[in-house]
Every structure is written in C-alpha cells, then in structure tokens.
C-alpha cells in the first residue's frame, strides 16, 4: 500500500482528500503545518506528497526546497495562486506537478495515481541491483566482478574470480577436479586438473584467514573440492 502524506492547514480540504485517496486503497497522513509536514516527510517514508503553498510555520516553496535536498518521491503542489509565475517557482523548486484550487478530489486521485505510476517505473529502469552473494564475511559482486573479505577488496584474476563464484553459488556440493575443469575452462581436463589445484590454492591465500584450516573451501581427500555454506 502506497503512503502519501498531506501537508495542507485546512482541514476540510485535506479529510476531503485524505476520504477519496483511502477509498483508492492509500495510506495518508495529514499534517497541517508546513514545518511539521517536512518533519514528517524527512523522519518516515511516503510514497508521494501532496503540498499546500500556503503553510502556518513554513510555506511550501520552502518545504519542497529543503525537501528536494533530501528525498526523491513525487511531489504534488496544490495552491489557490493561479500565477504562472508561482507555477514556475514550484516547479523550479522541484514540485513534480502544480494543481490550482478548487479541484476535483477525482482529479487529485488520477494524478497521484499517473505520478506514482510514472515514478515506479523510471525507477526501475534505472536502478539495478548488483548480484552478490554474500558468505561469513565473504562478498562476491558477480555483477562488478569484485570480492572482498571483511569489506576489504581482494584482487582476482578471471578464472580465479568464475571458479570461487560457482563453488560459492553450489555450496555443500562436492566437485571433482575434473568436473570444475570442464565447468570453468571448459575443456577436458587429460593432464591439466593440475590447473584447478593451482587457482583453488591461489583463491585460499586471498579469503582464508588460515590456508591450512580452510573456513570456505574444503578438500575432500579423494574425491575434489566443497564450499561450505
């Protein structure tokens, strides 16, 4: 349930509001002062607000200004001032939309709805989550190809870097020698399994803290090599 936060001081308008937003499944909060509307929006998150210009204690270009310092979420300034000129403030100050008094609550509604809409997708495409597993102080950024130990990055090279991460991804299973030289290099693995036993050694120098009591992988004598989950 999307939280929207109304900053307006009179209290007809804003339970108007607030009556046609919760019968569209919101969450709102009112507030009726324009220092305390900011107080709320900084302190707590809203989805969307809605902004009277005209505030006891602060108004709403203020408001919005130090708003936009600090948060992202769409803004909706509503005023009984019909100026472009205020218009354009608002807008400059980053209101995302200005609507003039009187409106239709049904108008309010669809907008919040179109902005809220609209936010939720630029968002998502334009925030992408690095793909990382992260393992008893162990930290693997796939998407940046990058591993640290205890927030300490260590360096790796390629084949290093893809044999730790699918032994990491396949954690409590034993993989022979030659099954990780078909799966990393893939190749048969006559005469060159040397070449897993080499890079396993070479990755335990980097994330052991003791190469000799391995705490992420473990050798099975006989048999190959597991991570331990």
Known sequence: MSKIL???DEEAIADLEKDY???SDFDVTIETRGDDGLKKALS??????????MLPGMDGFEVCKHLREKKDMPVLMVSAKKDDIDKIR???LGADDYITKPFSPSELVARVKAHLSRYKRLVGSTTQKNDIIEIRGLKIDKTARRVY?????????TKEFDLLTFLAENPNHVFTKEELFRKIWNMDSVGDIATVTVHIKKIREKIELDTSNPQYIETIWGV????KA
């Open 149 to 157: 130990i205890d927030q300490e990055e260590r360096n790796f090279t």
């Open 6 to 8: 109304i900053v307006e």
């Open 224 to 227: 190959g090599y597991r991570f």
């Open 21 to 23: 937003l919760e019968l």
């Open 90 to 92: 608002g807008l400059g």
């Open 44 to 53: 707590e998150d809203f989805d969307l607000v809605i902004l009277d210009l």
